[in-house]
């Protein structure tokens, strides 16, 4: 089974700075990677699929980049809605695992 | 427009077995696979399984001796049974639709809580 292990577990950044979540698949996943945003009491939701296209809707301020096992999240001028919990996952072959999860906070 | 919304009860007792439905609308089973995915009370996400497109299913390898997918596509549901249920069960259980290139769930739906409690 591919393991998907994301970085950091938690992150506290202000409105208007720039963050990077990072997510390293324990095989190459070929590109195959959807990063996801939940905030509370609510559902998941896609951002990104294919390490780095946006999902329709997604504010451009969202980006994803990487290759083979390692892969990052970024999310420049942070804005109030952005500080929620963010989950990487292979989307390669089931299993379908998710990262951790990386829980932004407001400082 | 498609949706996808999570039934079943909210509370069930130790060792007893979990009945769950996924009801769509707005797509096909036939065309889409559905997934189960589940998150504790303030934990992460896990894959439990998935009812492929075709019909064929697979699972998470830590539940699979508990676990089974089944569907009717007549009735456009998913379902999702679990047995000798635990406390550590206890999770919201959402059902979500895998794109068309199945690597990525792009509708989810509103999940239920399990609670598993005496």
């Known amino acids: 089974d591919i393991q998907m292990t994301q970085s950091p577990a938690s992150l506290s950044a202000s409105l208007g700075e720039t963050v990077t979540i990072e997510c390293l698949a324990s095989e190459d996943i070929y590109d195959i990677l959807a990063w996801y945003q939940q905030k509370p009491g609510k559902s998941p939701q896609l951002l990104i699929y294919d390490a780095s296209s946006l999902h329709t809707g997604v504010p451009s301020r969202f980006s994803g980049s990487g290759s083979g096992t390692q892969y990052s999240l970024k999310i420049n001028s942070l804005q109030p809605e952005d500080f929620a919990s963010y989950y990487c996952q292979n989307g390669l072959s089931a299993p379908r695992t998710f990262g951790a999860g990386t829980k932004l906070e407001l400082k | 427009e498609v949706q996808l919304k999570e039934s079943g009860p909210g509370l069930v007792q130790p060792s007893q077995t979990l009945s769950l439905t996924c009801t769509v609308s707005?797509?096909?089973?036939?065309?889409?696979?559905v997934h189960w995915v589940r998150q504790p009370p303030g934990k992460g996400l896990e894959w439990m399984g998935v009812?492929?497109?075709?019909?064929?299913?697979a699972y998470n390898s830590a539940l699979k001796s508990r676990l089974s997918i089944s569907r009717d596509t007549s009735k456009s549901q998913v379902f999702l049974k679990m047995n000798s249920l635990q406390t550590e069960d206890t999770a919201i259980y959402y059902c979500?639709?895998?794109?068309?290139?199945?690597?990525?769930?792009?509708?989810w739906g509103q999940g239920v809580m399990v609670t598993v409690s005496s």
């Open positions: 009812m492929w497109s075709g019909g064929s299913t």
């Open positions: 707005g797509f096909s089973l036939t065309d889409y696979s």
């Open positions: 979500t639709r895998d794109s068309i290139y199945n690597n990525y769930f792009d509708y």
